[in-house]
Structures are given as structure tokens and as C-alpha cells.
């Protein structure tokens, strides 16, 4: 606010270099801060007769139309709770014990506070003072809140204090003093049941006063500090009392009222040096016992600002108060006049001597500070009840009979419902990528298709060409033949990692070297022959049983049972993760208790269990069906698959052949080409049939045959096989209305018993009380930020 020019009395005394301008210096004008009422009251103070007293009640600066407004919404917002998410500006007062905060109390409030005793000094007490219409009774209220700070370690049982209420019609000595000693019993100052010291508290009495002559203000008064020990304090509690007062020094919105002695030694004010870095503009320093300073004019040149104090300026004002052994009929008012219309008393401006004039300077920077501060308090308010809104919708309506239940569980499932076939058809709509199935379930149905394609035969294939005798590593000290040496997994394709160098030299086992090698068959051609040993039928010499291929196909394929079982066992796993997560987003959005989670939680967990009961038995009667079905395929590309694989058995043997028989051998041929050829003649036809007939002497022939024909109708079938998974198993089970993404529905919550939706659903005196808490809550929100 502007400074206004002051008018000839204004300028009475010298003025307080580097001091901004006060508010009480402005000349009020018509604003949401001065009104007529108060205008007045200001006009009339500042009349030319300095000796001229004033009264409390008739000129009150707290009690115009504006305080009371900004008044009372701060004192609204500190009801509602405000106050422990932001600072509302309040009158703090500080000092040292004795300074003569409990007699500057007593003047500002109209409270009968004690003055020189020990009850009012151990815990903070804010004074509220709102005036009611006229006719109205006085009332006065007393309860116990939480403090801002808590700087003591003392955690004590705070029930009596959260229980702690009182109403008086009046507030004499007698009544106030018996208020603090049980306020004090409440907060367990001084309790025997203590396990350490217990002579502070950091919780607040709250004391409210109404009535039709009162004022409006609030006030909060803090323990004082002391520098030295005193007799049962412990060193913990003296420095946690400084830190809960620097505490509520620094907060930028409260005004420090800072209380010196005019009597002592001014460079013994401790609360002066806890002061000195808060900006001048609010703080105000006052001196009391100004009747009995040894030099006053000491205490004239600091008020004026001839003398500086330690840190920022200080604002300060001089009154004068009763003392502990002042007579009943003392006038405040007259003896503060006695005093400073003398010399050197009256070389301080008059809007600083006086406790009218204090509260004047008061009441207008606390409107100041209220009015600035107010814009940034009401976005913290709308904030609060955004939060305690979103809170009373997670608490659910109330659910009194049967049908209010069944209607809060189809709500949910409702809900869930339509966060559930998101997940599956519009992942974007979803507000977290976890929540998201659609694309895990693909990178795990992806997972399984590359596990099964190259994992999911029992046996390595052989590359046609290949030999398949491979050497294995065997230890030197072995007496094992080569027919019962493990042999290694080779891999299918040429040049896999698990294919071994072929040696120099045929190692053997009189070898002096450490490492050996042992000639043994492919595993797969070992299990061929093997096969067709076992499986040997009626059919005639050199005619090949089909049958042979069955049980090599069920060796070959009896690792996708496992394979697949893993990847289900994922999927469900995974489904049953998401949907827990959709769930409990539909429950943030709809409003549901703890208990009705938890019950609805295990109707998902049981969805689950019957859904992987039910997929595996799918998966054993698949597997079983493949495992017995006969070996049958109408895929033309299994045709294509052997004849290519005979095409090159065929080219192959022609190779043999000509290795055996190269055409340079024959005294007729007088071919000239560049590419390889066979010259076959009556004496050499038996070697090449021998080479390429699955009959002929070649006895390898019949098992290539084998192995050609079983990996077409592999590389086929596994196709297939991952087809029926993906298909009709893994995309039913996140389609099926019983399982663990889709069963909570509407359809399920309607057949439930009677029984069971009271157990899920059904009200807790918790919850009751939650709601209630919450909408008085909701309601003070809404009428501080109105």
C-alpha cells in the first residue's frame, strides 16, 4: 500500500531512518480494508489532545466491518485446517520469561492471564476473539490442536488432548487459571507416566471467545525463552522451546509481536537476536515496564531510531501495563498517560506510545498482511478440496440395505469392465502403461513362438550333407564305448556355435593328451535306427514301416507340452498383475472401502486360480490329441519340403558315386565340360543304386528318408501347434468371462448371495465415521473458499 503525505501531528518526532512506511501512518481510505466505522475510530484517535484516553471497546481498530471479514475467513480457513498446508497470517507474540508478555496479553485480549506465574508458560495458546450480534451471550470455548512444529522428542498419548473441550459463559482469574491446569493434565505436561521430561508442549491451546462487545483478532502466544538453565527443564526442552518459537518467527505470514523490557539491559533481548534477519515489515517491537526504566531515554533514541539495534529496523512502540500487585481499580489507560506525556516520554510520536495506538498499528498490518496474502491462500484452499473431494469419492456412498449395495458392487464392476476390454482393444485410453495387456500379451505370445521354433525339438535336425558321425569329448580315463557316450545338442544349422572342429588326426584313447575325442552317431539318427529296430512290423524285407515315424514324432514334440505350460503360466500371471492394476483404478474412481478391495481382490485371485486350472487342462488334452493323432497333413508344403529334401539326398549320392567312380576312369569318356558329371555302364549301375536307394546297400539312405520326411511334417505341424495355443487357447483365456481380466462383471456381482454382498459391500462403522469426517471437511472447504 502507498504512503500517503503525513499531516503536520503525524510528523511530530523524528522519523526512523531506513524504516519502510507503516500502514498506520496511511491515511485510510475508502477500501476492502478501512470502512467508515473504522475510519473514524482512526480519525479520532489522532486527535490534538494527546492526553485524551480511549476506549477499547467504543474505538476498537479490530472490531470494523473489513477486519472483521478478513477476520474471520482466515479464522475460517485455520477451522477447516488450512493451517498446516500454508502459512495464515496471525499476531505471534515472543519474549524472554518475565519480559511481560502474559501483561501485554492481558492488555491486547482482555483476558485475565496471570501475570508473574508459571501456568501459561509451557505450552503455545491462541487467543481467538470474534464479536456476535448484538443480544448474544458471551461464550467461551477451550480445546486442544496439533501445533505447526513439534521440536520436542516427547511422544506422548495425545487421545486426552484430541478429547479436551470446555465451555464457560465467562472467563474470570480463577476460571482461567483452573482452564490452563487442566489443559496442561490433557497434554501430560509434568505427568508422572513419562518415561522422560515433560515440561513443554509443542500442542496449541485454542481459546475462543464470543460475545456482542468482543473483538476480532486472534492472537498466538509462545513459551518464552531462556537463555540458562532452570531448576527440572532439561537442556532438550530449553533449545526445543527456542526452536518452536524461531519456527513460528520464520513463517513469512505471521507478524511477530517481539516483547523487551524497558526495565533491563536491552542487549540481554534474546528475542531480539532471533528476530534480527525477518523483514521489518512484519515485526513489531514493544516495550513494556516503560514506568520503571532506569533510562528512559535510552529507550526514546531506540524507539526513534537514533540508536541502532542489532539486524533489520525495527518498528517499535512503548506501552505500559499493570503490574503483578496492581490495585483492582487501576486504570491502564490513565497511568499509560501519567507516563508518557512526560518528558522524555513525548519525543516518541503519539501513534506509538499506547496500547490503543498498538492496536491500531496491529489491526491495520495484520489486514495488510491478510488482504496480500489471501490470493495464494484460496488457490492452497481450492487445492484442499480438490484432494478431500477425490477422498470422498474413493469413500463410496452409503450402503444402509442390500439394494444400495448390490448397486455400489455393480458400479465397480462397471467400471472395471470398461477399464478391462480397454486394455485389450484401446490400451491408449489407459492412463498407465502397465495397465496395458494387449501389447504385453503379444511380446509374450512373441517369447513363446521363438522359445518354441527354436527350442521345442527334443532332437537337433541334421543339415542334409552333414555327417552324422560327430566326435564327442570324453575323459582319458573313459572305458565307455562310443554307443553309450552322451552326445552333444549340435545345433540345425551349418556353422552353429555348437558344431565341433573336426580333428587333425583321429584322437584316440592311448592318446597322451588330456582332452579326447570319441567317434559317436548324431543323436537323432542314433534314435532313428534305434526305432526302427524296436518297432520292426510284418512287413516284408526291404519294405519300410510306417509306423516307425509315430513314436519319433512323439519324442521329437514332447518338449512343447512344457514350453507351452510356461508361456500360459506367464500370461495368466501377467493378466491376473493387470488386472488388479485396472482394478484398483476403477476403485480411485468410483469410491470403494478398504474392505470391499480386499473382498473383491480375492473374487480376482479366485478367478485366477480357475482359469489356470481350467487353460491347463485345455493344454494337457491338446497336447495328448497331438501326441496320439495320426501323422496326416493336406499342406502342400509338406510335399514341397521332400521332394526338395530328396533332391538333394539325390545329387548327393550322385557325389559319392562320382568320388568313387570319377569319369577319368573310363578309357571311352572324352567328355570335355566344366561341370561335374556321372558316366554310369552296366558294371557300375549297382554302386549308384546302392548310393541312392533307400533299399541299397547304403544303409544310411533309409534313415535320411526318416529324418527328411519327420522335419517336413515338424517344421509344419509346430506351426500349427503355436496357431492353436495363440488361437484357442491364450486369446479365449483373456476373452473368457470367468477369468481373471473378465469375470468381475455384472453378470457375476448379480448372482452373488445375499450374504456375500453384505460382507463385501456392506458398511463399517469406519467408513461412516470417514465420510462424515470427510464431508465436514468438504463443507468448511467450500464455505472458506466461497
Given at each position: 500500500?502507498?504512503?500517503?503525505?503525513?499531516?503536520?501531528?503525524?510528523?511530530?518526532?523524528?522519523?526512523?531512518?531506513?524504516?519502510?512506511?507503516?500502514?498506520?501512518?496511511?491515511?485510510?481510505?475508502?477500501?476492502?480494508?478501512?470502512?467508515?466505522?473504522?475510519?473514524?475510530?482512526?480519525?479520532?484517535?489522532?486527535?490534538?489532545?494527546?492526553?485524551?484516553?480511549?476506549?477499547?471497546?467504543?474505538?476498537?481498530?479490530?472490531?470494523?466491518?473489513?477486519?472483521?471479514?478478513?477476520?474471520?475467513?482466515?479464522?475460517?480457513?485455520?477451522?477447516?485446517?488450512?493451517?498446516?498446508?500454508?502459512?495464515?497470517?496471525?499476531?505471534?507474540?515472543?519474549?524472554?520469561?518475565?519480559?511481560?508478555?502474559?501483561?501485554?496479553?492481558?492488555?491486547?485480549?482482555?483476558?485475565?492471564?496471570?501475570?508473574?506465574?508459571?501456568?501459561?508458560?509451557?505450552?503455545?495458546?491462541?487467543?481467538?476473539?470474534?464479536?456476535?450480534?448484538?443480544?448474544?451471550?458471551?461464550?467461551?470455548?477451550?480445546?486442544?490442536?496439533?501445533?505447526?512444529?513439534?521440536?520436542?522428542?516427547?511422544?506422548?498419548?495425545?487421545?486426552?488432548?484430541?478429547?479436551?473441550?470446555?465451555?464457560?459463559?465467562?472467563?474470570?482469574?480463577?476460571?482461567?487459571?483452573?482452564?490452563?491446569?487442566?489443559?496442561?493434565?490433557?497434554?501430560?505436561?509434568?505427568?508422572?507416566?513419562?518415561?522422560?521430561?515433560?515440561n513443554y508442549s509443542s500442542q496449541v491451546l485454542k481459546i475462543e471467545l464470543s460475545g456482542p462487545k468482543r473483538s476480532h483478532f486472534a492472537i498466538l502466544d509462545l513459551p518464552g525463552i531462556f537463555s540458562s538453565r532452570r531448576d527440572g527443564v532439561s537442556r532438550r526442552e530449553?533449545?526445543?522451546?527456542?526452536?518452536?518459537?524461531?519456527?513460528?518467527?520464520?513463517?513469512?505470514?505471521?507478524?511477530?509481536?517481539?516483547?523487551?523490557?524497558?526495565?533491563?539491559?536491552?542487549?540481554?533481548?534474546?528475542?531480539?537476536?532471533?528476530?534480527?534477519?525477518?523483514?521489518?515489515?512484519?515485526?513489531?517491537?514493544?516495550?513494556?515496564?516503560?514506568?520503571?526504566?532506569?533510562?528512559?531515554?535510552?529507550?526514546?533514541?531506540?524507539?526513534?531510531?537514533?540508536?541502532?539495534?542489532?539486524?533489520?529496523?525495527?518498528?517499535?512502540?512503548?506501552?505500559?501495563?499493570?503490574?503483578?500487585?496492581?490495585?483492582?481499580?487501576?486504570?491502564?489507560?490513565?497511568?499509560?498517560?501519567?507516563?508518557?506525556?512526560?518528558?522524555?516520554?513525548?519525543?516518541?510520536?503519539?501513534?506509538?506510545?499506547?496500547?490503543?495506538a498498538l492496536k491500531q498499528y496491529l489491526a491495520t498490518l495484520l489486514c495488510t498482511r491478510i488482504r496480500e496474502a489471501f490470493p495464494d491462500m484460496l488457490r492452497t484452499v481450492t487445492g484442499k478440496l480438490d484432494e478431500e473431494q477425490l477422498h470422498r469419492r474413493s469413500l463410496?456412498?452409503?450402503?444402509?440395505?442390500?439394494?444400495?449395495?448390490?448397486?455400489?458392487?455393480?458400479?465397480?464392476?462397471?467400471?472395471?469392465?470398461?477399464?478391462?476390454?480397454?486394455?485389450?482393444?484401446?490400451?491408449?485410453?489407459?492412463?498407465?502403461?502397465?495397465?496395458?495387456?494387449?501389447?504385453?500379451?503379444?511380446?509374450?505370445?512373441?517369447?513363446?513362438?521363438?522359445?518354441?521354433?527354436?527350442?521345442?525339438?527334443?532332437?537337433?535336425?541334421?543339415?542334409?550333407?552333414?555327417?552324422?558321425?560327430?566326435?564327442?569329448?570324453?575323459?582319458?580315463?573313459?572305458?565307455?564305448?562310443?554307443?553309450?557316450?552322451?552326445?552333444?545338442?549340435?545345433?540345425?544349422?551349418?556353422?552353429?556355435?555348437?558344431?565341433?572342429?573336426?580333428?587333425?588326426?583321429?584322437?584316440?584313447?592311448?592318446?597322451?593328451?588330456?582332452?579326447?575325442?570319441?567317434?559317436?552317431?548324431?543323436?537323432?539318427?542314433?534314435?532313428?535306427?534305434?526305432?526302427?529296430?524296436?518297432?520292426?512290423?510284418?512287413?516284408?524285407?526291404?519294405?519300410?514301416?510306417?509306423?516307425?515315424?509315430?513314436?519319433?514324432?512323439?519324442?521329437?514334440?514332447?518338449?512343447?507340452?512344457?514350453?507351452?505350460?510356461?508361456?500360459?503360466?506367464?500370461?495368466?500371471?501377467?493378466?491376473?498383475?493387470?488386472?488388479?492394476?485396472?482394478?484398483?483404478?476403477?476403485?480411485?474412481?468410483?469410491?470403494?472401502?478398504?474392505?470391499?478391495?480386499?473382498?473383491?481382490?480375492?473374487?480376482?485371485?479366485?478367478?485366477?486360480?480357475?482359469?489356470?486350472?481350467?487353460?491347463?487342462?485345455?493344454?494337457?488334452?491338446?497336447?495328448?490329441?497331438?501326441?496320439?493323432?495320426?501323422?496326416?497333413?493336406?499342406?502342400?508344403?509338406?510335399?514341397?519340403?521332400?521332394?526338395?529334401?530328396?533332391?538333394?539326398?539325390?545329387?548327393?549320392?550322385?557325389?559319392?558315386?562320382?568320388?568313387?567312380?570319377?569319369?577319368?576312369?573310363?578309357?571311352?569318356?572324352?567328355?570335355?565340360?566344366?561341370?561335374?558329371?556321372?558316366?554310369?555302364?552296366?558294371?557300375?549301375?549297382?554302386?549308384?543304386?546302392?548310393?541312392?536307394?533307400?533299399?541299397?546297400?547304403?544303409?544310411?539312405?533309409?534313415?535320411?528318408?526318416?529324418?527328411?520326411?519327420?522335419?517336413?511334417?515338424?517344421?509344419?505341424?509346430?506351426?500349427?501347434?503355436?496357431?492353436?495355443?495363440?488361437?484357442?487357447?491364450?486369446?479365449?483365456?483373456?476373452?473368457?468371462?470367468?477369468?481373471?481380466?473378465?469375470?468381475?462383471?455384472?453378470?457375476?456381482?448379480?448372482?452373488?448371495?445375499?450374504?456375500?454382498?453384505?460382507?463385501?459391500?456392506?458398511?463399517?462403522?469406519?467408513?461412516?465415521?470417514?465420510?462424515?469426517?470427510?464431508?465436514?471437511?468438504?463443507?468448511?472447504?467450500?464455505?472458506?473458499?466461497?
Amino acid at each position: 500500500m502507498p504512503s500517503s503525505p503525513r499531516t503536520p501531528r503525524q510528523r511530530r518526532g523524528p522519523v526512523v531512518e531506513d524504516e519502510p512506511a507503516s500502514p498506520v501512518f496511511e491515511p485510510p481510505q475508502r477500501s476492502d480494508t478501512f470502512d467508515e466505522d473504522s475510519k473514524t475510530t482512526y480519525e479520532s484517535s489522532q486527535e490534538d489532545n494527546d492526553d485524551a484516553p480511549t476506549s477499547i471497546l467504543s474505538n476498537d481498530p479490530f472490531s470494523s466491518e473489513s477486519s472483521r471479514i478478513l477476520f474471520e475467513s482466515i479464522d475460517e480457513l485455520r477451522r477447516c485446517g488450512a493451517g498446516q498446508d500454508l502459512d495464515l497470517p496471525q499476531l505471534v507474540i515472543v519474549g524472554k520469561q518475565s519480559a511481560g508478555k502474559s501483561s501485554l496479553l492481558k492488555s491486547l485480549t482482555d483476558i485475565p492471564f496471570p501475570i508473574d506465574s508459571n501456568l501459561c508458560t509451557q505450552f503455545a495458546m491462541r487467543i481467538v476473539s470474534r464479536r456476535t450480534a448484538p443480544g448474544t451471550s458471551d461464550i467461551v470455548q477451550a480445546s486442544i490442536e496439533p501445533g505447526d512444529v513439534n521440536p520436542f522428542t516427547v511422544h506422548s498419548d495425545d487421545s486426552r488432548a484430541k478429547a479436551f473441550s470446555k465451555v464457560l459463559a465467562s472467563l474470570d482469574f480463577e476460571a482461567f487459571e483452573e482452564l490452563i491446569v487442566e489443559a496442561k493434565e490433557a497434554m501430560g505436561i509434568g505427568s508422572p507416566l513419562s518415561s522422560e521430561d515433560k515440561n513443554y508442549s509443542s500442542q496449541v491451546l485454542k481459546i475462543e471467545l464470543s460475545g456482542p462487545k468482543r473483538s476480532h483478532f486472534a492472537i498466538l502466544d509462545l513459551p518464552g525463552i531462556f537463555s540458562s538453565r532452570r531448576d527440572g527443564v532439561s537442556r532438550r526442552e530449553m533449545e526445543g522451546v527456542t526452536r518452536m518459537v524461531t519456527s513460528y518467527m520464520q513463517k513469512p505470514e505471521n507478524i511477530i509481536i517481539c516483547v523487551a523490557d524497558a526495565s533491563g539491559d536491552i542487549q540481554n533481548e534474546q528475542i531480539l537476536e532471533l528476530a534480527s534477519e525477518i523483514e521489518s515489515s512484519r515485526k513489531v517491537g514493544v516495550f513494556t515496564k516503560c514506568d520503571k526504566s532506569d533510562n528512559p531515554k535510552d529507550i526514546v533514541n531506540l524507539v526513534n531510531g537514533r540508536n541502532k539495534f542489532q539486524g533489520k529496523p525495527l518498528h517499535w512502540h512503548v506501552v505500559q501495563n499493570a503490574g503483578p500487585n496492581a490495585a483492582a481499580n487501576f486504570d491502564r489507560e490513565q497511568a499509560e498517560a501519567a507516563t508518557f506525556t512526560k518528558s522524555p516520554w513525548t519525543e516518541i510520536p503519539k501513534e506509538r506510545r499506547g496500547i490503543p495506538a498498538l492496536k491500531q498499528y496491529l489491526a491495520t498490518l495484520l489486514c495488510t498482511r491478510i488482504r496480500e496474502a489471501f490470493p495464494d491462500m484460496l488457490r492452497t484452499v481450492t487445492g484442499k478440496l480438490d484432494e478431500e473431494q477425490l477422498h470422498r469419492r474413493s469413500l463410496g456412498e452409503s450402503r444402509a440395505d442390500h439394494s444400495q449395495r448390490l448397486a455400489h458392487l455393480v458400479a465397480i464392476s462397471q467400471k472395471y469392465q470398461d477399464l478391462a476390454k480397454k486394455s485389450l482393444s484401446t490400451p491408449d485410453a489407459l492412463p498407465d502403461a502397465k495397465m496395458k495387456l494387449r501389447g504385453k500379451s503379444k511380446a509374450i505370445t512373441q517369447e513363446y513362438t521363438k522359445s518354441m521354433t527354436t527350442n521345442g525339438h527334443f532332437y537337433n535336425f541334421l543339415e542334409i550333407g552333414k555327417s552324422v558321425d560327430v566326435f564327442i569329448n570324453v575323459d582319458e580315463e573313459s572305458d565307455s564305448s562310443s554307443e553309450s557316450l552322451p552326445v552333444p545338442d549340435f545345433g540345425h544349422t551349418r556353422g552353429s556355435k555348437n558344431d565341433l572342429p573336426t580333428p587333425i588326426s583321429t584322437p584316440t584313447k592311448k592318446s597322451t593328451a588330456k582332452t579326447q575325442f570319441k567317434t559317436a552317431v548324431h543323436p537323432l539318427y542314433r534314435e532313428i535306427r534305434t526305432q526302427l529296430r524296436e518297432n520292426l512290423g510284418e512287413e516284408l524285407p526291404g519294405v519300410l514301416n510306417p509306423c516307425v515315424l509315430h513314436p519319433l514324432w512323439r519324442i521329437q514334440t514332447q518338449k512343447w507340452q512344457s514350453l507351452t505350460r510356461d508361456h500360459l503360466s506367464k500370461l495368466i500371471t501377467r493378466t491376473s498383475e493387470v488386472s488388479i492394476l485396472l482394478f484398483r483404478q476403477a476403485c480411485k474412481e468410483v469410491g470403494v472401502s478398504e474392505r470391499t478391495v480386499f473382498g473383491l481382490e480375492k473374487q480376482l485371485a479366485g478367478f485366477e486360480r480357475q482359469s489356470r486350472q481350467d487353460v491347463m487342462n485345455k493344454l494337457d488334452l491338446l497336447c495328448t490329441r497331438n501326441a496320439n493323432m495320426a501323422l496326416q497333413t493336406n499342406n502342400p508344403e509338406f510335399d514341397y519340403k521332400v521332394r526338395k529334401a530328396r533332391e538333394l539326398r539325390f545329387s548327393q549320392a550322385l557325389e559319392r558315386y562320382i568320388a568313387l567312380h570319377p569319369p577319368s576312369t573310363f578309357s571311352f569318356a572324352k567328355l570335355t565340360t566344366s561341370k561335374p558329371c556321372a558316366i554310369v555302364d552296366d558294371d557300375h549301375i549297382a554302386t549308384l543304386f546302392n548310393e541312392l536307394h533307400p533299399n541299397g546297400a547304403r544303409s544310411q539312405n533309409v534313415e535320411d528318408e526318416i529324418h527328411d520326411l519327420l522335419r517336413a511334417y515338424y517344421e509344419i505341424t509346430i506351426q500349427n501347434f503355436i496357431y492353436d495355443v495363440t488361437h484357442n487357447l491364450s486369446e479365449p483365456f483373456l476373452l473368457d468371462t470367468n477369468g481373471p481380466l473378465l469375470g468381475l462383471n455384472t453378470e457375476f456381482v448379480m448372482g452373488l448371495g445375499e450374504d456375500v454382498v453384505l460382507e463385501l459391500a456392506g458398511d463399517e462403522e469406519v467408513d461412516v465415521v470417514k465420510r462424515r469426517e470427510c464431508e465436514g471437511r468438504i463443507g468448511r472447504l467450500e464455505e472458506a473458499s466461497a
